[in-house]
């Protein structure tokens, strides 16, 4: 067996040091915001060279609260892709907006910027592109078109910590940058969490104060808000985990380079990302127009795999849109959605099982 993921092999790799961190919390009596959360939130702000960072309770309040932190909300429109996990979008309707959605490019999974241009109408009021399996958006040519028409850009890195372009981590091009600490996330914790980094510290102070029931003197509200907080045990996992996650994201890196040398030869389409980016590979999904009969060979030799994802958002019958359609071609994400398969990989994965993934689908299509 095989698996997709594998959380025990990673726990079991720093048990002593996660059990102390928890112990630590847990005789400091101190659970919700305190300062495991301050200290996470410095170092990172640091790893980012982001002037703040706030921490939330899941990457999908970080979006709703970056929205709201740039004054997103009922009869606004927000540019995004069809072809992500659905808090992206969910995040838009969320706060009263529309999500407009422009196409993305078959060969990065991401939002195409040349598809943005004619979408800019005046209601646009902020782009939120994502880096869809930790490969980087064109941010550059993004940035370059916000800036032009003015809106705001709010990067969706719940997939992407330590995904860079140039020298620029994801989540520093845009206004506002959000991770998941989602479990499975390239720096996960052991429940849910999510944070968001940005230079603009009036956003971070507003982001903050609705966190926390709008308020930023105990007892004392200035706006109706949310129960968002990081709670302390996490934030010590994620401290400690902070401490080995750039060897992890090394990982990953050799587990893809291993997949892209053993597959190289085969009909299947292999992720490629720009040159000059990270692509930090928080999954590495092929296309491939075989993919039942890849999946019945995984079955039977109880290899894990997913499908991200099924049905593209534009598809999605939760987004009631008979409120907010605004209909456009999305046909790749569409294509997309027939053709991907993603192959497990994760940091403890080991090199015999990467061979035996690669071996079942040279077996399959040969
Ligand atoms: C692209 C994307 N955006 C947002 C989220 C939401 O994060 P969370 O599950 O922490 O709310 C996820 C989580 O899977 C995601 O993959």
Redesign the pocket.
Known sequence: MIPFFNLQRQYFKDKNNIDLAIQDVLQSGRFIKDRKCMEFERKFAEYHGSKRCVSVA??????ILALKACGIGRGDKVVTTPF??F??SE?IVRVGATPVFADVEMSSFNINPEKMESLMTKKIKAILP?H?FGNPCRMDEIMELAKIKQVKVIE?C??AFGSTVGNKKVGTFGDIG?F???P??NLGCYG???AIVTNDEEAADKIRMLANHGSKTKYIHEDIGYNSRLDEIQAAILLEKMKSVENDLIARSSIAQMYQELLKDLDIILPSYADGSFHSFNQYTIRTENKEKIIEAFQKKNIGYMIYYPVSLNKQKAIPWALYRDETDCSNAEQLTSQVLSLPIFPELKVDEVEEIAKTIREVLT
């Open positions: 899941n990457g999908t309040d970080a979006l992500s996990f808090a992206s995040a994502v869809l969706d719940a997939q959000c998941s600490f989602f499975s996330k849910d969490g999510g």
